[in-house]
């Protein structure tokens, strides 16, 4: 029997689903990945709190494709999961959104939300009925789904973490290829709903949810510009170690990609001078993690000269880095986040010198100047739709920027040994790259926050905002 089974698996049958009918132009999954993302959030545990959100991790195939189009999917996809300890990472059942059509974007988030309502409101009758059967004595999980099926696209899983997001996609594909395969041989059935909910309310499973305490950044989604330098790594570790899914952006890719390897993080080469580099790093990121939740616009680099002797070349290629690619990273966050519409975080590297400038050194303080008051002014244009704007005036980090040639250029520049100079605030110590990324990460949890400059230059009065 298990050689003709085989047998008959292996002939296949040329269509298993019969294919729906899709619009003519359909959205890409970065459009699409945000609005499911936000959608699924969940709201806020008590009045002022910060709503739960969830990592998503897309996929796609011919197999899956074929599963997602076809014209019965809210039928063969709902009856259950394909083996009872799915149920513990998907749930019983995927949520079903429609296809999304390309130029409709409104009317898609509206029929998520209703997918969203649709989706919670059936497990919640389902834990029920379930619970009662068994004297109400289980707690009820979220009804958050784990799995979102978009015909025309392919498939999400969600999770907590980007770990959990992947275990929920690894196990949405093997459930599509098993049914696929059920359904091509005769029909897939599931284990009753009564036992299916056993495994998922297994008093194990309940103590150790029990016994849970998230980090504060879980279910958040992290991008750092900058990320293979100094204060770029240190931030990205910091975020990382509070929970925050993190995306390392960096001119050098195989630096961006080094950190990502040490946080478990996801490596971009991109150059934040360039528009096209920044949208598709963006782009790649909605489909790694589903959308963007904070971001520290870190880049940059330092021209020296005095400013009546510079040239306009320089003042260019200064303001280029140190200015508008802080807006252009700015501005594909925030499109981002409106599309979640859960708020979010973006946090500006400046610098000291923005109201401090030091002799020579007017190429690189000019455009930091005009950041502080982007930062300002995102605070102002943003802030009613729960979008956070902060920055961080630091002063003498040793980094990719800071290198020891400029440091003895700066030292000199001041009249001051390099000693001196490293260790001149009032505290007497030098500041290292990981005090930058705490103040980051800082700013990255201050929920009721905006329009703040966090000075960390171990004490310099002539720097002090005023």
Not at 339 to 350: D, M, P, S, V, W
């Given at each position: 029997?298990?050689?003709?089974?085989?047998?008959?698996l292996?002939?296949?049958?040329p269509?298993?689903?019969?294919?729906?009918?899709?619009?003519?132009?359909?959205?890409?999954?970065?459009?699409?990945?945000?609005?499911?993302?936000?959608?699924?959030?969940?709201p806020a545990?008590?009045?002022?709190?910060?709503?739960?959100?969830f990592?998503l991790?897309f996929?796609?195939?011919?197999?899956?494709?074929?599963?997602?189009?076809?014209?019965?999917?809210a039928?063969?996809?709902?009856?259950?999961v394909v083996?009872?300890?799915?149920?513990?990472?998907?749930?019983?059942t995927?949520?079903?959104v429609?296809?999304?059509?390309?130029?409709d974007?409104d009317g898609?988030?509206?029929?998520?939300k209703?997918?969203?309502?649709?989706?919670?409101?059936?497990?919640?009758?389902?834990?029920?009925?379930?619970?009662?059967?068994?004297?109400?004595?289980?707690?009820?999980?979220?009804?958050?789904?784990?799995?979102?099926l978009?015909?025309?696209?392919?498939?999400?899983?969600?999770?907590s973490?980007?770990?959990?997001?992947?275990?929920?996609?690894?196990?949405?594909?093997?459930s599509?290829?098993?049914?696929?395969r059920?359904e091509?041989?005769?029909?897939?059935e599931?284990?009753p709903?009564?036992?299916?909910?056993e495994?998922e309310?297994?008093?194990?499973?309940?103590?150790?949810?029990?016994?849970?305490?998230?980090?504060p950044?879980?279910?958040q989604i992290?991008?750092?510009?900058?990320?293979?330098g100094?204060?770029?790594?240190?931030?990205?570790?910091?975020?990382?170690?509070?929970?925050?899914?993190?995306?390392?952006?960096?001119r050098?890719?195989?630096?961006?990609e080094?950190?990502?390897?040490?946080?478990?993080?996801?490596?971009?080469?991109c150059?934040v001078?360039?528009?096209a580099?920044?949208?598709?790093?963006f782009?790649?990121i909605?489909?790694?993690?589903?959308?963007v939740?904070?971001?520290?616009?870190?880049?940059?680099a330092a021209?020296?000269?005095?400013?009546?002797?510079?040239?306009?070349e320089?003042?260019?290629?200064s303001?280029?880095?140190n200015?508008?690619?802080?807006?252009?990273?700015?501005?594909?966050?925030?499109?981002?986040?409106g599309?979640?519409?859960?708020?979010g975080?973006l946090l500006?590297?400046?610098s000291?010198?923005?109201?401090?400038?030091?002799?020579?050194?007017?190429?690189?303080g000019?455009?930091?100047a005009?950041?502080?008051?982007?930062?300002?002014?995102?605070?102002?244009?943003y802030?009613?739709?729960?979008i956070r704007?902060n920055?961080?005036?630091a002063?003498?980090?040793r980094?990719?920027?800071?290198?020891?040639?400029?440091i003895?250029?700066?030292?000199?520049?001041r009249g001051?040994?390099?000693a001196?100079?490293?260790g001149?605030?009032?505290l007497?110590?030098?500041v290292?790259?990981?005090?930058?990324?705490q103040?980051?990460l800082?700013?990255a949890k201050?929920?009721?926050?905006t329009?703040?400059?966090?000075?960390?230059?171990g004490g310099?009065?002539?720097?002090?905002?005023?």
């Amino acid at each position: 029997m298990v050689s003709l089974a085989e047998s008959r698996l292996r002939q296949g049958r040329p269509t298993v689903f019969q294919p729906r009918a899709l619009p003519n132009g359909l959205a890409s999954p970065s459009d699409v990945a945000p609005i499911l993302r936000g959608a699924c959030a969940l709201p806020a545990e008590k009045p002022g709190g910060a709503p739960t959100r969830f990592i998503l991790d897309f996929r796609t195939s011919a197999e899956i494709l074929d599963y997602v189009n076809g014209e019965a999917l809210a039928e063969y996809s709902q009856r259950g999961v394909v083996t009872p300890d799915h149920i513990i990472r998907t749930k019983n059942t995927p949520m079903i959104v429609p296809a999304p059509e390309a130029g409709d974007l409104d009317g898609f988030t509206e029929k998520v939300k209703a997918a969203v309502a649709k989706f919670a409101s059936a497990y919640d009758a389902y834990f029920e009925r379930e619970n009662a059967r068994v004297g109400n004595t289980k707690t009820k999980l979220d009804a958050a789904p784990r799995v979102i099926l978009v015909p025309g696209l392919g498939l999400f899983g969600v999770g907590s973490s980007a770990k959990a997001a992947a275990q929920a996609g690894d196990l949405a594909e093997n459930s599509v290829h098993v049914i696929t395969r059920a359904e091509a041989i005769g029909r897939y059935e599931p284990l009753p709903e009564s036992d299916r909910f056993e495994l998922e309310y297994w008093s194990l499973e309940q103590a150790k949810l029990k016994g849970q305490v998230a980090k504060p950044l879980t279910g958040q989604i992290a991008v750092v510009t900058g990320g293979g330098g100094a204060i770029g790594r240190a931030t990205a570790k910091a975020l990382a170690g509070d929970g925050a899914a993190v995306a390392v952006l960096d001119r050098d890719a195989e630096a961006a990609e080094t950190v990502a390897r040490e946080i478990g993080g996801f490596g971009i080469g991109c150059d934040v001078t360039r528009g096209a580099d920044v949208e598709a790093a963006f782009a790649k990121i909605c489909e790694r993690f589903g959308g963007v939740d904070i971001l520290v616009s870190n880049a940059g680099a330092a021209w020296q000269g005095r400013i009546g002797e510079v040239s306009e070349e320089t003042l260019r290629n200064s303001f280029e880095l140190n200015f508008f690619a802080h807006q252009r990273v700015a501005q594909a966050a925030v499109r981002i986040m409106g599309k979640q519409k859960t708020g979010g975080a973006l946090l500006f590297n400046i610098s000291k010198q923005a109201v401090n400038p030091g002799p020579n050194f007017g190429p690189y303080g000019l455009p930091k100047a005009a950041t502080m008051m982007l930062m300002r002014q995102y605070a102002v244009d943003y802030g009613a739709e729960g979008i956070r704007s902060n920055g961080v005036n630091a002063d003498r980090i040793r980094s990719g920027l800071l290198t020891n040639e400029m440091i003895a250029a700066r030292s000199k520049a001041r009249g001051l040994s390099e000693a001196d100079y490293m260790g001149g605030n009032l505290l007497g110590s030098e500041v290292l790259a990981n005090d930058v990324a705490q103040a980051f990460l800082a700013l990255a949890k201050a929920r009721s926050t905006t329009g703040h400059i966090e000075v960390v230059d171990g004490g310099n009065i002539a720097a002090a905002l005023r």
